[in-house]
């Protein structure tokens, strides 16, 4: 955000009935460099929960309710910290090589030194009101629930991680093994970046019929339950996972522990783990960026012109809590700012799988395409962590290797099968079956049908016998 943008590549998020202004150009440009100049300041004085609430208000006037309201969060944090401090070390210079609200802790005289701690504390708690306001301003459905609506879309100053290298092309390779590789122009020169965005998984050589093609473990997964204190139910009702160490795993070490945040999301803990879960891999890998890691600079997302929720808890407020827990600084390390978590998020949404009690996501499996009439299966272990996908056929060298990615579908009419990929293709599945299928249903609506049933003859209406005279006067005019 620190970088200017041109107001042509604005795309708001938030929903166009909810847009009651129309920005004009002008109006565009001073608020882009309003943030790129409030970002920048930021970079100096990370703390400040001014400039954080500052960015909140221009966010919102640019339309990107989740942005503002993950930056007022961070600006009420702050100024929670401040009044924290001034209640339990009224004589701390606040914010020592912080950049923010400094008290000199010299000799004043008791009195000044008292009104200098209200001062302080008054601003701060204005403040944090002012940022909860915002907050609740942008949550659609508050107070009664915390959630906001959004249409996730790609932000402008992100475009430096939207293009999948050669290096993450080679990275996923060395994965694989002998008997796929995976390629760009899957399906020649159609899609994104003249195809050479659109990948695919190619066989090396002929492969048998029921032959294990590729075995996936998982980093990164989540499963809810077992619920809190020991009960084996879900917090929200129901059961969950019954293994007690989920979602952690034998190799995590003690201060990864995410059994807190099943504790305190419920049936939604899943979901907000396999997140939380993608954010620290890229802390223990040391990864520059978290885009840039692996596992997600493989991965692309599916934007799609609907509205969705956003939820403050789940998305917001966790996974903040949990990048702190993981020794992040999320004020002064912008590679862990709210844009970041919700292009994660857009990327866990088109490639992860899940059921009721669980969300994984396997780097190598989201490499496959889909097909109707798949050449491959796909199969999940227990653990939630590793999958494997086998042949279903015999497989030539060179041909494409697809799975189905809704299984629950395949026997319903292609209308039906393509609504439901929607989910994760930007448009009609267009595999042998649906086309075949497709064009068969448009052949059978060609044929014209004699309505033999309604072969009776009809009454002749007095308003009829006007129309035909109308018709046969307007005709002789001509």
Partial sequence: MESPFSYTEWRPTRPQRNIADDLSPQTLTALIQDLSTTTYALHTNPYDPNFWFQRAQILSQLHYPELATGSAHKSSLLCDAIIRSLDQHPRRRLGYRMGFYMLDDHEYDEIGQGEA????????????????????SELEFAPEFEDGMFVARPYPWLSRFVNRSDEALEQVNAELGDLCEVRRNAFGQIGKGGGSEVWGVFAKKDIKQDELVVVDRSRTWGCNGPGIDGSRDNLHGGFGCMEDLHPNADEDDIDHDMRWIRDRTGVKAASVIL?????????????SHPLVHPLLARLTPTYREKSSSFKLKEDIIIPNEALRRFGVDVFANFAYDTDVYFTILARIDNNSWSDPNVSSLNGLFAMFNHS??????????????????????????GEQLFVEYDCYVSGQSVAARRKRLRRWLDGDCQCGRCVREAEEVDGKAEVKVDMAWDSAVKPVLPEDEVLDRFKTTSSKGD
């Fill in 275 to 287: 997140h939380c879960k993608l954010l620290l891999c890229s802390i223990v890998d040391k990864s």
């Fill in 117 to 136: 701690r209200e001062a302080l504390r008054d601003v701060a708690t204005s403040l944090r009101q002012y940022a909860e306001a915002l907050i609740q």
């Fill in 372 to 397: 109707c009439e798949p050449n491959c299966t796909w199969h999940t272990a227990d653990d939630h962590a590793k999958m494997e996908v086998w042949t279903n056929r015999d497989v030539s060298k």
